[in-house]
């Protein structure tokens, strides 16, 4: 089944310890983007990657990293999270190199105390 | 710059009722108009799509028409049924743009029996 799974889908931690939320597609799609969602703000993006090495920042870049380093992850990395991090998180990715169709995951909602 | 705006929700209907949610668009270039479904507790799915003016996307019942002259995408289903209530956002992408897709801030939908 052609799917963007991610882990963990909950995940509750404090502030400072470090995490990462791993994305992984099974399509062979070139493009992958991360997203968080808050209410009465919609979706923004984070980070996005073109292909494997590729990335590039998206509207809100600031406390996130990523890496790609094989097509199929695109891991979400936390250094240091903080409360304001406190979202409910998407992966997608697109057979497009600049995607408006794109495929997402089921979500993973943090919480940072 | 480019942005999307959609009707604020929550929308409330009845089975059956007819339902509109309307979008319109700032685009400094020729956009491909989406529009992607979001049900509880998953990740979005592309509900229908448009490439060019007076183009009709349909899917599922839902149909939506691209119209350049009022930069509108407006969201359309004649008879709504209790499995349709989700959220629903409108979004864009420039065509031929390294840019990627701008969602509108979404419409929360529930649909009573």
Known sequence: EAQVTQNPRYLITVTGKKLTVTCSQNMNHEYMSWYRQDPGLGLRQIYYSMNVEVTDKGDVPEGYKVSRKEKRNFPLILESPSPNQTSLYFCASSSEPSPGEQFFGPGTRLTVL | ?113
């Not at chain 2, 209907?13 to 319109?24: D, Q, R, V």
């Not at chain 2, 020729?30 to 007076?54: H, I, M, N, R």
């Not at chain 2, 409108?90 to 840019?99: D, V």
Request: net charge neutral; proline share 4%; charged share 20%.
């Open chain 2, 1 to 113: 710059g480019d942005s999307v705006t959609q009707m604020e929700g929550p929308v409330t209907l009845s089975e059956e009722a007819f339902l509109t949610i309307n979008c319109t668009y700032t685009a400094t270039g020729y956009p491909s108009l989406f529009w992607y479904v979001q049900y509880p507790g998953e990740g979005l799915q592309l509900l229908l799509k448009a490439t060019k003016a007076d183009d009709k996307g349909s899917n599922k019942g839902f149909e939506a028409t691209y119209r350049k002259e009022t930069t509108s995408f407006h969201l359309e289903k004649g008879s709504v049924q209790v499995s349709d209530s989700a959220v629903y956002f409108c979004a864009l992408k420039i065509r031929g743009s390294q840019g990627n897709l701008i969602f509108g801030k979404g419409t929360k939908l529930s649909v009573k029996p």
